[in-house]
């Protein structure tokens, strides 16, 4: 499975910007997508994960901010931030997760999302 995504990019705080990440290969072996996030000196964070059927989760920081969507027809996984903040400022990672359990997830290149104060 080979994932690209794009739409990273700079913005005031308060704007929006959408990612999005296309997945093409084996998409079939597929369940969950989602996206993440890496700031210098912190963790990675798990950011929000869809499933298959639409079931969605986000972190406690972007509730209400974020909304990610997937167009399973087009295997491509959107993430769109409104009310963007400073600290939302980080690369930002696709991932899929397949179906079977123990199979190393699939990531894109990160994207850089930065947001000025």
């Known amino acids: 499975v080979q994932l690209q995504a794009s739409g990273g990019g700079r913005v005031q705080a308060g704007g929006s910007l959408r990612l999005s990440c296309a997945a093409s290969g084996s998409v079939f072996s597929i369940n969950l997508m989602g996206w993440y996030r890496r700031t210098p000196g912190k963790q990675r964070e798990r950011v929000a994960v869809?499933?298959?059927?639409?079931?969605?989760n986000y972190a406690d920081s972007v509730k209400g901010r974020f909304t990610i969507s997937r167009d399973n027809a087009k295997n491509t996984v959107y993430l769109q931030m409104n009310s963007l903040k400073p600290e939302d400022t980080a690369v930002y990672y696709c991932?899929?997760?397949?179906?079977?359990?123990?199979?190393?997830?699939?990531w894109g290149k990160g994207t850089q999302v930065t947001v000025s104060s």
């Open positions: 991932n899929a997760e397949p179906w079977l359990e123990g199979v190393p997830h699939y």
């Open positions: 869809i499933t298959s059927g639409g079931s969605t």
